[in-house]
């Protein structure tokens, strides 16, 4: 098998590890990428599952062998912003397979997210790979995101 990889590219991104499945957090500045990240490690470390931080702020992405590998920026791996405390230590995994890309979207006015989104819009494309499993989420909604993504990856887990 040929051991094929791409230079790393580094997003303006928050991801976690939850079990064995890499989720990457877009957004713009201010919409709840870090809060939603620590919130998902919380929710998902309760019943004793396994959850880390990859990476919050930056995040480094490259493909290998045909999938998304996600990592920390080594400047600041380890480190998770914590809005009124600034940079905390926080555990954290060097690499994880990207399994859900998430982008924290703001609500235009009159209009919102689809409330019943189709097929086509769970999926994107992503640094290269197609079909990359996608959820567009509403900015600053911690608790229904957490909610959402949690049930997105256990209807469509691998194990």
């Known amino acids: 098998m040929e051991n094929s990889e791409t230079t790393p590219i580094f997003l303006h991104a928050s991801a976690v590890v939850l079990g064995e499945s890499g989720?990457?957090?877009?957004?713009?500045?201010?919409?709840?990428?870090?809060?939603?990240?620590?919130?998902?490690?919380?929710?998902?470390?309760?019943?004793?599952a396994f959850a880390r931080l990859v990476g919050d702020d930056r995040v480094q992405c490259?493909?290998?062998?045909?999938?998304?590998?996600?990592g920390p920026h080594r400047l600041i791996a380890g480190l998770a912003e914590w809005r009124g405390l600034g940079l905390l230590p926080h555990l954290h995994e060097l690499k994880a397979v990207l399994r859900l890309v998430v982008d924290l979207e703001t609500q235009p006015a009159g209009g919102?997210?689809?409330?019943?989104?189709?097929?086509?819009?769970?999926?994107?494309?992503?640094?290269?790979?197609?079909?990359?499993p996608h959820l567009?989420?509403?900015a600053r909604d911690t608790y229904r995101s957490v909610a959402t993504i949690m049930a997105f990856l256990h209807k469509h887990s691998t194990k």
């Open 112 to 132: 919102g997210l689809p409330r019943l989104p189709e097929r086509k819009d769970f999926i994107c494309d992503f640094n290269g790979l197609t079909n990359v």
């Open 23 to 48: 989720v990457l957090i877009r957004g713009a500045s201010g919409v709840g990428k870090s809060s939603l990240a620590l919130a998902l490690i919380a929710a998902w470390d309760a019943p004793g």
């Open 62 to 70: 490259r493909v290998c062998n045909g999938h998304a590998v996600i």
């Open 136 to 138: 567009r989420l509403p």
